[in-house]
């Protein structure tokens, strides 16, 4: 079994920043991209940014400049870090990851965190 669970959500002013971390723990062979989703109230899911066991990075155009995608192998663990908050970040983020386990090396698992809610607001 491999878990992940998000941490760093809170409220913040508009312009503030913060930093959401993501810790995989479990079974862990091997993990290949990760990755940062959002859900605002009343929205499908979306994609946030994403980064590859190559440490190639993609983001979504609404947060390119103001949120930065970064990872630590030797933990397993990810961080988005978040600046220029706006209102309209405002969401439940969630962290993905394709995890490959001891007991199944070579197939990949997508795991899902339980979300942690960011909330942009004066």
């Known amino acids: 079994q491999v878990q992940l669970v998000e941490s760093g959500g809170g409220l913040v002013q508009p312009g503030g920043s913060l930093r959401l971390s993501c810790a995989a723990s479990?079974?862990?062979?091997?993990?290949?991209?990760m990755g940062w989703y959002r859900q605002a109230p009343g929205k499908q899911r979306e994609l946030v940014a994403v980064?590859?066991?190559?440490?190639?990075?993609n983001y979504a155009d609404s947060v390119k400049g103001r949120f930065t995608i970064s990872k630590d192998n030797a933990k397993n663990a990810m961080y988005l870090q978040m600046n220029s908050l706006k209102p309209e970040d405002t969401a439940v983020y969630y962290c993905?990851?394709?995890?490959?386990?001891?007991?199944?090396?070579?197939?990949?698992?997508?795991?899902w965190g339980q979300g942690t809610l960011v909330t942009v607001s004066s």
């Open positions: 479990g079974s862990i062979f091997s993990i290949n991209a």
């Open positions: 993905n990851a394709f995890v490959a386990t001891f007991t199944q090396k070579n197939r990949f698992l997508e795991v």
């Open positions: 980064i590859t066991s190559g440490d190639s990075t």
